[in-house]
């Protein structure tokens, strides 16, 4: 698909997505009215306001009524950095969606089956855009709190955390949306047919991807090895408690022995983490049979979209477990959707590249 045919897909989805996101924070006013208890129960509704905060313009209690006059006075201040952090991150998301959009509708055309390919890649992409989106914006967020100075990295990361489950599930009509555009707008263009990719080279390719995956998954989100990565850094000054940060962009997850569980209930968790590694690594091996070329930014991006899916089947297979739906309510099901998005990007990336790197070495060089 050429630019000029895929700059309408994305602009579509980059657009639908961004109201879609503010329609959502503007309707977190709604749960404060005095008839939603009655509609959601108490624990939903702090659940559904726990989602919409990071895209609401509604500010924070940004000050202690025992603090007096002064924090009164800057409050006013205050609430325009706020909303200042809230402009950036919608105009953000709009910018990474689209950017992610456009790539992908020109790389995994809804051409030769390719449609089911594209739209798991955009919905995959939703988050993705979400997060960093919200780490654009976070220090105008940070300020806005009136304590910018105080633990910036772990106040940036609990914002990086923050982008919420909204983003999940505005990114599926998005992708949805924007796949019916792309398929539109390639009527008449010239099909281009999927790569034959040596069938060797695809899946070691695959399987060096997921192995990197797998280092994230499995050994740095063990507890004892996440717990060093986040305590490992001590000193002064501003710049001195990286451990917060780099556990959400490392580590896309967190598991221990069995010991602390049942050892039955602690195979059914592993088997999501299995789940997790089972899916990227049959996106990776179709990965480059899907891409008209693969470049570096196709392949880094297909393998974050493939690291995302795979945390996304992984949540929705604990979703199945989990049995305290009648003591937190049914919105806690989802409250897991969409965690561990920042590492998936990192991490993702890394894959991509490192199967690009064995494409090339076993002699794939289209």
């Not at 880094?300 to 995302?308: D, K, L, P």
Request: with cysteine; proline share 6%.
């Amino acid at each position: 698909m050429t630019y000029r045919r895929a700059v309408i897909p994305a602009l579509v989805g980059g657009v639908l997505m961004t109201l879609l996101l503010w329609w959502a924070g503007a309707s977190a006013q709604a749960l404060q009215l005095r008839g939603a208890s009655t509609v959601f129960s108490i624990e939903s509704a702090s659940e559904l306001r726990r989602w919409l905060a990071p895209w609401s313009y509604d500010p924070p209690e940004l000050y202690d009524a025992s603090e007096g006059d002064p924090a009164l006075r800057a409050a006013g201040q205050y609430s325009d950095l706020y909303h200042t952090a809230l402009q950036i991150r919608f105009f953000a998301v709009f910018a990474f969606f689209v950017a992610g959009a456009l790539l992908l509708a020109r790389r995994i055309p809804p051409t030769q089956g390719r449609t089911p390919a594209m739209l798991l890649a955009l919905w995959a992409w939703g988050p993705v855009a979400g997060t960093l989106a919200v780490t654009v914006s976070a220090p105008w967020l940070i300020a806005s709190r009136g304590r910018g100075s105080y633990r910036i990295l772990p106040q940036l990361a609990g914002v990086v955390a923050s982008s919420g489950p909204v983003v999940v599930f505005a990114a599926l009509v998005t992708a949805g949306v924007t796949l019916l555009v792309a398929r539109a707008a390639v009527k008449g263009a010239e099909p281009v047919p999927r790569r034959s990719v040596p069938p060797r080279a695809a899946r070691l390719a695959a399987s060096v991807g997921t192995g990197v995956i797998a280092l994230s998954l499995i050994v740095l989100s063990y507890d004892s090895v996440a717990a060093w990565i986040q305590t490992s850094f001590s000193g002064a000054g501003l710049l001195s408690e990286p451990g917060d940060l780099l556990r959400q962009w490392l580590l896309l997850g967190g598991w221990a022995g069995p010991s602390t569980a049942p050892f039955g209930d602690w195979l059914l968790y592993r088997a999501a983490d299995v789940v997790t590694l089972a899916v990227v690594w049959w996106a990776l091996r179709l990965l480059p049979g899907l891409l008209t070329r693969t470049t570096a930014p196709a392949m880094a991006v297909g393998a974050i979209c493939a690291t995302v899916l795979g945390l996304l089947a992984s949540q929705l297979l604990h979703m199945t477990m989990d049995d305290t739906v009648a003591v937190w309510g049914p919105t806690h099901l989802f409250s897991a959707l969409g965690n561990g998005t920042p590492a998936a990007l990192t991490i993702g990336m890394l894959a991509g590249l490192a199967a690009l790197a064995t494409l090339r070495l076993t002699g794939d060089r289209a």
